[in-house]
């Protein structure tokens, strides 16, 4: 069995692997460990750089499903009124907030945000096979510090819509904790963990006990990042 690590973010994703004990960024086409996290929905599903590449209608394109993910109404939204920015559709259907392709045409359809997670799940599942060249079976992936319990369990739906096995949902603090204590050897100790992402802010005090993490106080704001900036083709 293979598992693989995935970091599912708001503006971009990675997947890693262990390699002789040691964890290994997957590098995509581009050269790079990070792919966007963009999906656009044309007469194929094309995800990551080829998404924002293509000549898809814009309102098609859809990202910040991190944002979208596990949320009942769109007025319940922390950032409801900056939706303007969006260059997508969005409603709230049978308690769900998701997107509307091809709004107000016959073949409208409308998406869950765990759907388009998943399709950024499965081309970075697809990548570490290419690299691994094996089949890749479960995963570990992190999520954000403030994350509730819906948002998590959209999370573990969008795990399971790619196919894959889940191992464990880890905070984004404590992965980066339990990393950089596994390179510092810092043994017991307390960490101040200020995670900058690009669409939330956390910040965690957190107290390794060996490779253990325990969880002192966690602060941000889920609102604070980037926006992707789109230019009409």
Known sequence: MVYIGIDLGITHSC????????PIAIHHDDGKTIVPSVVAY????LVGNDALSSNIELSNVLYDSKRLIGWEFLHSLPYAETRQLWTFKVDTRD??????????APNERFLKPE??????????????EKYL??????????????FQENQKAATKKAIE?????????LHEPNAAAIAYNEKKKLGNSKLLVFDFGGGTLDVS???MIGNNVDVKAVAGDIHLGMYYSFKQK
């Open 15 to 22: 997947v890693s692997v262990i390699e002789n004990g040691k």
């Open 95 to 104: 308690k769900c907030v998701g997107y509307v392709l091809n709004k107000g």
């Open 42 to 45: 044309g007469n194929e599903i």
């Open 115 to 128: 759907e388009v997670s998943a399709e950024i799940l499965k081309y970075l599942k697809v990548r570490a």
């Open 161 to 169: 819509l790619a196919g894959l096995e889940l191992k464990q949902l």
């Open 205 to 207: 005090i957190l107290r």
């Open 133 to 146: 060249n094996k089949k890749v079976t479960g995963v570990v992936v992190t999520v954000p510090a403030l």
